[in-house]
């Protein structure tokens, strides 16, 4: 401890307590703040109330001098240079985010300020909230000059959080201060130079050959801007994806082979061209809504959004569809589910679409049986108790079951043997909302295999009991 700059984290949420590890794991002396005592001491007693890989890994690695954590924004404030508001900015009822949190803090922040801070607003915010904050710090009375406000947006997603803020694409700096922008430029250091990475070389909790990240400066307004504007074009690529999917399912084609011809062009990229059940979680959904409406209220044409938001809603009446048009009746069917979070990798079931779809099986009658590797204490806390069960792995689910939903993206659910599957199914048939098997496979091995996107494979002409067997 004792080096790089001195930071507080305020908000011990996904975001800031990322930001908090990964600062300190490259050099600063961080406090981390949040109003919530119990998670406080969890943390204090080195556990992570989230599931994260390689967080825990290293905090473990930190000393009790280069990260602490309290309950106080003031002590965190005053021991600190560089202050990071990564509060939640939940939806409100009308779409846009609420943003009382933020003010909050700034205005508690204010009363703490003793010597020149820089804010950062690490949250994902609407265009003009740095404004905001700086006028909630004069309007507290914080000397202009004691104080710059500084939008730095965070790119980082569930599941691959660390290596996302160790090894970013881009680092975002929108301020008008000069003096801001060179603290924010040394706390960046160690990735803006490489040394950080040549120190850790080769740690699996860094991307394979990192590379130093560019950094931009930028306007506060553009800085807020690039995040909402870089989650909708996300956002946006899924739902074209899914468009383009309806129709090689008419066309005989398959979605990955178009998606994967599509993202050679380089201006178009291989990534986000997955398509699914459409996208769900914390921020996207949230991000979206909360985009559209400030579009809306500036008196932009943002329909264009709105149909991205259409689209993504589509997609899991498209599914049950599906799973109709191969299963009948749906009332007293016994389905294994595989995958109950928004993706795969984390236990994060908001906005899930696989918890959407089994929400309405349930309502439809139909006994579930779920498995999901991290996300069952989760999804339990949010569905029905009424015609669910949960099982310890993925060959328990299908035991006798009428047919085998995957919804989520968990590698270990491609690892899972056909023949093992059927002999555990009542019935070969398997609805994949991720695209996750091998299609050849399932074809030979006698499946009906429903995925999205790509033919289905039609009932093999066997009788059931023979395949059993099989
Ligand atoms: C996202 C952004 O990627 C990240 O930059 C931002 O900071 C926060 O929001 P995250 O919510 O963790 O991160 O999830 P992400 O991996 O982006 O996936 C979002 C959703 O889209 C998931 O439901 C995922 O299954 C879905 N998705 C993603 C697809 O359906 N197809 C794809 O090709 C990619």
């Known amino acids: 401890g004792g080096q790089g700059t001195r930071i507080a984290v305020v908000g011990c949420g996904y975001v800031g307590l990322v930001a908090a590890v990964c600062f300190a794991e490259i050099g600063h002396s961080v406090i981390c703040v949040d109003n919530d005592a119990a998670k406080i001491r969890a943390l204090q007693a080195g556990q992570i109330p989230i599931h994260e890989e390689h967080l825990a890994e290293l905090l473990a690695l930190q000393s009790s001098a280069s990260l602490r954590f309290t309950t106080s924004i003031a002590e965190a404030v005053r021991a600190s240079d560089a202050v990071f508001i990564a509060v939640g900015t939940p939806p409100l009822d009308n779409g846009h985010a609420d943003l009382s949190f933020i003010e909050e803090v700034a205005a508690e922040i204010s009363g703490a300020i003793d010597s020149y801070k820089v804010i950062v607003e690490k949250s994902t915010v609407p265009v003009y909230t740095s404004d905001w904050i700086s006028k909630i710090l004069r309007r507290n009375g914080v000397d202009p000059s004691a104080a710059d406000v500084v939008s730095n947006p965070e790119f980082l997603r569930e599941g ?20 801001a922008f060179r603290v924010m430029t040394s706390i960046y250091g160690p990735l803006l130079d490489g040394s950080y990475y040549r120190r850790r070389a080769s740690a699996d909790f860094l991307s394979h050959n990192p590379t130093a990240p560019p950094l931009v400066r930028t306007s506060p307004a553009s800085a807020e801007l690039i995040k909402h504007a870089s989650n909708a074009f996300l956002a946006l690529k899924i739902s074209y994806v899914n468009t383009i999917a309806s129709m090689c399912e008419i066309a005989g084609a398959d979605v990955d082979e178009v998606a994967h011809g599509m993202g050679l062009d380089r201006r178009i990229g291989q990534q986000f061209l997955s398509a699914g059940l459409g996208y ?36 899991i009446d498209g599914f049950m569809g599906k799973i109709r048009s191969i299963m009948w009746n749906l009332r007293n069917k016994k389905l294994a589910v595989l995958g109950l979070a928004f993706k795969g990798g984390t236990d994060d079931v908001r906005e899930s679409p696989a918890i959407k779809l089994v929400r309405q099986l349930l309502a439809e009658g139909c006994e579930i049986v779920a498995f999901d590797p991290a996300a069952m204490t989760t999804a339990r806390r949010v569905l029905p108790e009424e015609g669910i069960s949960y099982v310890d792995n993925a060959l328990d689910a299908m035991n006798d079951a009428d047919a085998l939903l995957v919804l989520t993206d968990w590698p270990e659910f491609r690892e899972i043997d056909p023949q093992a599957m059927k002999v555990q199914l009542a019935q070969p048939i398997v609805f994949d909302a991720r695209n996750l098997l091998d299609r050849e496979l399932m074809m030979q091995r006698g499946f009906t295999y429903v995925s999205i996107g790509r033919p289905a494979v039609e009932e093999c002409e066997e009788p059931v009991a023979l395949r059993r067997r099989a």
């Open 160 to 179: 691959t959080a660390v290596r996302d803020f160790l090894c970013p694409d881009r680092i975002i700096v929108g301020t008008c201060s000069d003096q």
């Open 280 to 315: 769900g979680g914390s921020c996207f959904p949230k991000d979206l809504k909360a985009f559209r409406s400030l579009g809306h209220e500036m008196g932009v044409d943002v329909a264009l959004l709105r149909e991205v938001e259409r689209i993504n809603e589509r997609q």
